[in-house]
């Protein structure tokens, strides 16, 4: 495969300027812009049909944008896609093989098309790091779903890109697989690689990510570090254990939305620090008689800002959000 020469002085990884995606009368896309520097671990998140796979696969080619401009390592990926194609690598959500080649030669075809045939030995270091090395002579149908999807990553980062982009990496698969693709992600992050991660489990984007970007509704909502957006957030979650079981949630607790666990063993409820229900809890808490063995209060995580920015209405959010939400 021909080296396509990274551009110095540096340029963004990945550059993204008022990209706008029209389906027909639907617009899926509306103006994106996004720059992530190289060595970045960025999280793109959104609820189901908000744009983030549309923006996936302008970047990768797979979509034409309909305005804007989209930049790899300064490469455009329309006009210079030899060169953008050679530097990214992708994980689509869909299981996508030839179900009678084995493991082993589904990775030599994939190094084939890039023009790879002194790789055999990341090829094995693929495969061992995967956990695919006792599977290399099965075909792809004799495999689980977890090892199709490790299968996957082996493919996306079988020519070593420069971007790796992960689009739903570790939907359907189990707690252990998780971990260890979790462990692989830190691991290229690490050596350089610049990796996009899209995904519905927020804990996997606030554990990995170091910047997020959540889109809506075709825009961005927020584009911040994760640890900003989660000051911003005023709200705070509290848990309260008791040593006993109770049967009924107080009224006092109930109307500032407390909830009562199945085996009225937890209460837990969101409170705002900045209008006076903590101050309101405490007030209840000293009224009742509840036997309390734990009061735990823990600052906003990612689910809540996530939760807060996308709750409906959220069209023009982005042109109204706080500081550190995109405009």
């Given at each position: 495969m021909k080296t396509i020469p990274i551009p110095d002085p540096p340029v963004?990884?990945?550059?993204?300027r008022s990209v706008s995606k029209n389906y027909g009368a639907v617009r899926a896309l509306d103006g994106i812009t996004l720059s992530i520097p190289r060595g970045e671990l960025f999280g793109l998140l959104g609820p189901n049909g908000a744009g983030k796979s549309t923006l996936i696969n302008i970047i990768t080619g797979l979509v034409r944008r309909t305005s804007g401009d989209v930049k790899v390592f300064g490469y455009d990926v329309e006009?210079?896609?030899?060169?953008?194609?050679?530097?990214?690598?992708?994980?689509?959500?869909?299981?996508?093989?030839?179900?009678?080649?084995?493991?082993?030669?589904?990775?030599?075809?994939?190094?084939?098309?890039?023009g790879l045939t002194g790789n055999a030995?990341?090829?094995?270091?693929?495969?061992?790091?995967?956990?695919?090395?006792?599977?290399?002579?099965?075909?792809?149908?004799?495999?689980?779903?977890?090892?199709?999807?490790?299968?996957?990553v082996a493919k996306a980062m079988v020519h070593r890109p420069a971007i790796l982009i992960l689009d739903e990496p570790t939907a359907g698969v189990d707690v252990a697989l998780r971990r260890s693709l979790w462990n692989?992600?830190?691991?290229?992050?690490a050596q350089g690689t610049t990796v996009?991660?899209?995904?519905?489990?927020?804990?996997?984007?606030?554990?990995?990510?170091?910047?997020?970007?959540?889109?809506n509704h075709g825009v961005f909502v927020a584009l911040d570090r994760k640890e900003t957006l989660m000051q911003q957030i005023h709200n705070r979650r509290v848990?309260?254990?008791?040593?006993?079981?109770?049967?009924?949630?107080?009224?006092?607790?109930?109307?500032?939305?407390?909830t009562l666990s199945e085996d009225g063993r937890r209460i837990t409820l969101l409170v705002d620090r900045s209008d006076g229900s903590l101050q309101s809890l405490v007030a209840a808490l000293g009224r009742e008689s509840l036997p309390l063995v734990d009061f735990q209060v823990a600052g906003a995580g990612l689910e809540d800002v996530f939760l807060e920015l996308t709750a409906e209405p959220s069209r023009g959010a982005g042109s109204r959000g706080p500081a550190g939400v995109a405009r």
């Open positions: 963004p990884a990945l550059e993204v006009r210079d896609y030899r060169a953008t194609r050679s530097l990214l690598g992708a994980v689509p959500q869909e299981l996508i093989y030839d179900h009678f080649f084995t493991v082993r030669q589904t990775l030599k075809i994939q190094s084939g098309y890039y030995a990341w090829v094995e270091e693929l495969l061992e790091r995967l956990e695919l090395k006792e599977h290399e002579n099965k075909t792809i149908r004799e495999l689980s779903g977890g090892m199709k999807r490790r299968l996957l692989l992600v830190r691991q290229v992050h996009v991660l899209t995904t519905h489990y927020l804990d996997e984007a606030e554990e990995l990510c170091e910047r997020v970007g959540i889109i848990t309260m254990e008791l040593g006993a079981r109770v049967e009924r949630l107080p009224e006092d607790l109930a109307s500032l939305g407390a």
